[in-house]
């Protein structure tokens, strides 16, 4: 048995590593698919740390996967440098920082919001909290979409652009690579990257969930009056989870504004908080494989029905918009599985349903 869960893993991990080699020989489009489905997955993850461990429905996630990627925007382009001249002199050729320093930053900054937002709501439980939390991702969004007067910090509606691609080892991941006569797409080593963290992310958020903090947070999932009487300080615990949620949101930030190179409010709207909550509570609520799989289906699933909606609206003579239809055939599939699925498409197993077997 131990045999065959090794090559398992052999065989996924393979598979996961020519996955893009071979999607490129159809077109980059598909490989830029795998890559968003991967910063998906690791907004999922953070979620669910919030959603699907601590049991606290956040609706304004997409504000620290906002706060991340301005992050990386304003300290790899050169927009503050010509909004403060004052820092020509001493950045003469503009903010060019290494994805090393830009990286932390952003996990801290976005951590340190997520308990900005955590200390507030810690009263509130189920729609009370729901509804703050939708305001504190809309407050985020409409600062970032006015802060470009008195003193152009963001640049308003217009957003950020020049962003520098991302750069590890000496590698610009913008650029292809060749190793002899075999070239390497920008997109598939953004995809390697994306990879290395969501295999990171996965491994501290399993940890997590079996250490001492993961079972007092679902012990505050299941009944929080009872975890109090235990002695659990649930207002610490539910701080600590905000943070650790937001930080692998402002992670996934980052890693958007460099490979995307422009970033605007217009990226985090409402609408991507709703679909990331869909992402883990259609794929199974704090349970890792679900929410992996939820992230998946969810965000490549929109753009695969790009091929389907066009065809679609031929056959009405134009009268549908594609766009539209698209999102109907999405919202449909969703209220598919959840009446088919109602526990998400792959749930955590039952309690004591392991005893039975034996």
């Known amino acids: 048995m131990k045999m065959n869960k090794t090559l398992q893993f052999a065989l996924l991990g393979a598979g996961l590593l020519i996955l893009p080699l071979v999607l490129q020989s159809f077109g980059n489009a598909w490989v830029r698919i795998a890559d968003m489905a991967l910063l998906y997955i690791l907004l999922a993850i953070g979620l669910n740390i919030v959603v699907g461990y601590a049991g606290l429905l956040d609706l304004g996630y997409v504000a620290f996967f906002a706060v991340g990627a301005y992050m990386y925007g304003l300290l790899s382009s050169p927009h503050l440098i010509s909004t403060f001249t004052t820092m020509a002199s001493t950045f003469p050729d503009g903010l060019h920082m290494s994805i ?10 976005a951590g340190l919001f997520g308990m900005l937002l955590g ?7 189920g729609d009370y909290l729901a509804i703050v939390t939708l305001g504190f991702g809309e407050i985020i969004r409409v600062f970032l979409n006015n802060l470009d007067h008195p003193v152009n910090i963001t ?21 292809k690579l060749m190793i ?72 996934s930030g980052a890693m958007f504004a460099g490979f995307q190179g422009f970033i605007s409010p217009e990226s985090f709207s409402l609408m ?43 056959m009405t003579g134009g009268r549908l918009d594609a766009a539209i239809l698209r999102q109907l055939l999405v919202a449909l599939a969703m209220i598919v599985i959840m009446l088919m699925r109602p526990r998400g498409l792959w749930p955590s197993p039952e309690h004591g349903q392991s005893l039975k077997t034996k």
């Open 100 to 109: 090393w320093l830009i990286l932390p930053l952003a996990a801290a900054l």
């Open 119 to 125: 200390a507030p709501t810690l009263k509130l439980r």
């Open 155 to 175: 640049n308003g509606p217009k957003g950020l652009s020049q962003i520098d691609p991302i750069s590890i080892f000496g590698v610009n991941l913008g650029q």
């Open 180 to 251: 002899g006569d075999f070239e390497i797409a920008s997109v598939s080593l953004y995809y390697y990257l994306f990879l290395s963290l969501v295999l990171i992310t996965i491994m501290i958020s399993h940890r997590l969930e079996v250490s001492r903090i993961g079972r007092a947070w679902m012990a505050i999932r299941e009944d929080e009056i009872a975890a109090k009487a235990m002695g659990l300080n649930t207002r610490n615990l539910k701080l600590l989870a905000f943070g650790m949620g937001a930080t692998f949101g402002g992670v």
């Open 272 to 314: 991507e908080s709703v679909m990331i909550v869909a992402m883990v509570v259609l794929g199974g609520l704090g349970y890792l494989p679900g929410v992996i799989l939820g992230a998946i289906l969810l965000s490549a699933l929109p753009e695969v029905l790009r091929y389907v909606a066009g065809p679609l609206q031929e």
